[in-house]
């Protein structure tokens, strides 16, 4: 019985989010994968893209897609002043509409980044953005303007001037956001109706780039926060504490990942995390320093780790026990996180190359793919076909025509 | 009159009154400027949109108008409601209000905000308008049509030079100086004159200060000195000496920087320090009282103040710095002011966390210099 519990609530838990949508920062759950199938392995500017969209501005945000639209945000203006949020149709690659707002925040940032480096995140009625600038928005699936807020405004020494990028997430009626800076830093639950704060907590001061993650540990859901010092976990309804693993060297960048009942967390190495409770500590399984992203995210598919390191190796290891297996040797630097479907992993470098590559025990690259623009987004899969953004374009590359 | 007409001709009066009401687009605008921190007044906002959107392009002007308030929170409100209605218009196939669009541009009294958003929506509608309008915006008090105007005076510049018209482009170059608020567009200009043998002071067109005296350093032990209130936060005196960090005495002195940008190398004035506070003075006169912004770039924590009230105030290092990177805004006196500014080091030891450094400005609203003479008696 309690089994039964735990997989129903595993199933509420993932939103009842339809296959081929991609609803936030590395889709779903935030685990990167999804079950789509015939997906493209080849491609370039004339072969297997079945649309591309100009974008305005710049973007590192990924593209968000449900219920046939995909939402993207970007960044314009001499000083990245102009928020832009779009929505494509899915099948056509035809702009539906577009929304624009001006920044209330600082627009300093990193050459490297800009405004629209936060993903936004879709629960098919509502997509809900917020940029760099911390200027929070939702808008309806038509464009109609649900609620705006300006967190610059609400709190005035929100602040990081390299850029901000930690994306949102969802949870039931609630928009979690993680604002961690060098002025006051928190983690907030909002009303995803009416974008008023349910609940607020303090975190530690300091900047930091990674996504909040959902989980369910045990019968519970619980939406963790990482920082340098260490991952703690909440109850996403009320913001209580539950329990935390702390440590030195967390990483700021690469945001935790689920694997099937453990996290694993970027610190000075790999670890992989069973997470506490009201009564125990967190335990960690394994550690591993053979598997430890740069930048990007690690991937968590079919029961293997996968993480890119800065010399741009794709190295695996098996996620029970860290156990290194196989590596491919690709190019880097890589801004964007791999993501996995159809038994293949998608890492596309800096360059706007995407590799394909077979995921097992020994990855093997299948193809390399040129677009010949940058792309620092992560590229997100739904409707069996991959999507990419660089600064100037959205593209969908399908091996076949949509649905 | 029979009982029945008289209550008809009552129901079909309270109809029309609604009706007018229902079209009236000023409660709803109130709904929405109303909004406040943390989401306060949301849910009024969001059906008060939702109306507004609805009304159509009957009510763009007035959406367009309400902007002139420049509240930030409701200006994001307002411009999406006007995205959202043009946008719809256009897509049924209907037109834009364009004579009404274009006499919005026109009316200077209106935002730079507001009017941009009305031109931008003209322009889409209109390819004339760009060629009508922009040309006579050099001048503008919108930044960014000023903004399209020097681009396009740049361009006609650079045909005449290519016609080897070189009076005529050096004649262009200086007007588009003028007017040019942006920094790239400034540089632009800059190089453009200098190739033609003519210099142009960039640190006096933007209006950098770069006379100042100086005093350093102070503690900055484990960034306390921050929130600290040393002397010179107190009161300047030039002639005092004081017991800086380390109990070291300290004294104000003259400096003056020839960077092209003003930007003063405290490491490089000062001496080099860790943990430690450096302050910058200076008097300027004003012909006028003014309102101003102090406009300030610094890689470290800063805080500046005019006339004794502190304008501005950020604590964070080492996350990079650009012009214009803090904005403070205050009111010039007529004649003597005083400006003060803090910068704060820390001590990381990281090789690129070793700048100590900040460029004032005091400019206009649009980023313009406003003629100060810097007239700090020294001692």
């Known amino acids: 019985m309690k089994k039964l519990l735990i997989s129903l609530s595993g199933l509420l838990l993932a939103g009842l989010v339809s296959a081929g949508e991609w609803t936030q920062f590395r889709g779903p759950l935030g685990k990167g994968t999804t079950d789509d199938t015939g997906l493209p392995v080849r491609w370039s500017q004339n072969e297997n893209l079945r649309w591309k969209a100009e974008l305005p501005g710049r973007g590192l945000s990924n593209p968000v897609i449900a219920r046939g639209r995909v939402y993207v945000t970007a960044s314009s203006g001499v000083s990245q002043d102009r928020l832009h949020i779009l929505c494509f149709d899915v099948a056509t690659g035809k702009k539906l509409w577009e929304r624009q707002f001006s920044a209330t925040g600082s627009t300093l940032c990193h050459p490297k980044t800009c405004m629209a480096a936060p993903t936004p995140v879709t629960d098919g009625e509502r997509v809900y953005a917020l940029f760099a600038t911390c200027d929070l928005v939702c808008l309806d699936a038509e464009g109609n303007l649900i609620w705006y807020r300006s967190l610059r405004k609400d709190y005035p020494t929100v602040s990081n001037n390299v850029g901000m990028a930690s994306s949102p997430v969802l949870w039931e009626d609630l928009l979690l956001v993680q604002m961690e800076n060098a002025g006051e830093s928190f983690a907030v639950g909002i009303d995803k109706l009416t974008g008023q704060n349910r609940w607020k907590i303090d975190r530690n001061r300091g900047i930091n780039w990674v996504t909040p993650l959902v989980i369910q540990n045990g019968n ?143 990855p093997k690259l299948l193809e390399k793919n040129s677009l010949g623009e940058t792309i620092l987004a992560s590229p997100a899969i739904a409707d069996g076909a991959v999507f990419l953004r660089s600064d100037h374009h959205l593209y969908c590359i399908a091996a076949k025509k949509a649905k | 009159m ?161 016609k080897g018209d070189k009076a005529a482009a050096i004649e262009g170059y200086k007007r588009a100086l003028t007017s040019a608020r942006d920094r790239d567009q400034v540089i632009e200009v800059a190089d453009k004159l200098k190739k033609l043998d003519i210099e142009v002071d960039r640190a006096a067109h933007f209006g950098f200060i770069r006379s100042w005296m100086l005093i350093g350093p102070f503690d900055n032990t484990k960034g306390i000195g921050f929130k600290a209130v040393y002397p010179p936060e107190q009161k300047v005196d030039l002639a005092a000496s004081f017991k800086g960090k380390m109990d070291k005495e300290v004294r104000w002195f003259e400096h003056t920087t020839t960077d092209s940008y003003g930007v003063v190398d405290l490491n490089k004035a000062v001496g080099k320090n860790m943990g430690a506070v450096g302050y910058a003075f200076a008097v300027v006169n004003s012909k006028a009282e003014q309102p101003v912004q102090i406009r300030v770039g610094s890689n470290n924590s800063v805080k500046f103040f005019l006339n004794g009230q502190l304008l501005f105030a950020h604590e964070e290092y080492h996350h990079g710095d650009r012009m214009d990177q803090y904005i403070g805004k205050g009111t010039l006196k007529a004649g003597r002011n005083e400006i003060l500014i803090k910068v704060c080091q820390n001590e990381q030891t990281d090789s690129w966390a070793q700048k100590w450094s900040f460029q004032l400005r005091v400019c206009d609203a649009l980023g313009g210099a406003v003629g100060l003479t810097v007239v700090t008696e020294k001692k």
């Open chain 1, 220 to 362: 519970q859901p619980e939406v963790l926060f990482q920082s340098s010092q260490e991952i703690t976990a909440y109850d996403p309804r009320t913001g209580r504490k539950r329990w935390s693993y702390e440590g030195t060297g967390l990483s700021t960048t690469p945001s935790p990942i689920p694997a099937n009942g453990t996290v694993l967390v970027t610190a000075g190495e790999m670890l992989a995390l069973r997470p506490g409770n009201e009564q125990n500590s967190p335990e960690v399984l394994w550690r591993s320093n053979r598997v430890r992203p740069a930048t990007a995210s690690a991937l968590y598919y079919q029961e293997r780790v996968y993480a890119v390191n800065s010399a741009g190796v794709l190295n695996c290891a098996d996620a029970i026990n860290g156990k290194p297996l196989g590596q491919e040797r690709l190019k880097g630097p890589f801004s964007a996180s791999p993501v996995a479907a159809d038994g293949k992993i998608y890492l596309v470098n800096e360059e706007g190359t995407t590799f394909v590559v077979q995921a097992g025990d020994q």
């Open chain 2, 2 to 162: 029979r009982p029945t007409v008289a209550v008809l001709l009552i129901v079909l009066g309270f109809d029309v009154l609604c009706r007018a009401a229902d079209t009236n687009p000023g409660p709803l605008l109130a709904k929405i400027k109303a909004v406040g921190p943390e989401g306060a007044g949301n849910v009024e906002a969001t059906r008060a949109w939702k109306e507004l959107v609805r009304l159509g392009s009957s009510a763009l002007i007035d959406i367009l108008a309400a902007l002139d308030d420049q509240a930030p929170l409701a200006a994001n409100w307002l411009r999406a409601a006007v995205d959202a209605v043009a946008e719809k218009e256009l897509n049924a196939g209907r037109k834009l209000p364009v004579d009404q669009l274009e006499t919005f541009v026109r009316q200077t009294k209106h935002s730079g905000a507001a009017r941009r958003l009305a031109y931008e929506w003209l322009a889409r509608v209109d390819k004339t308008a760009p060629d009508r309008l922009i040309p006579g915006m050099l001048n503008d008090p919108s930044a960014e049509l000023r903004r399209d105007a020097v681009a396009r005076l740049l361009n006609e510049n650079q045909q005449r030079l290519d």
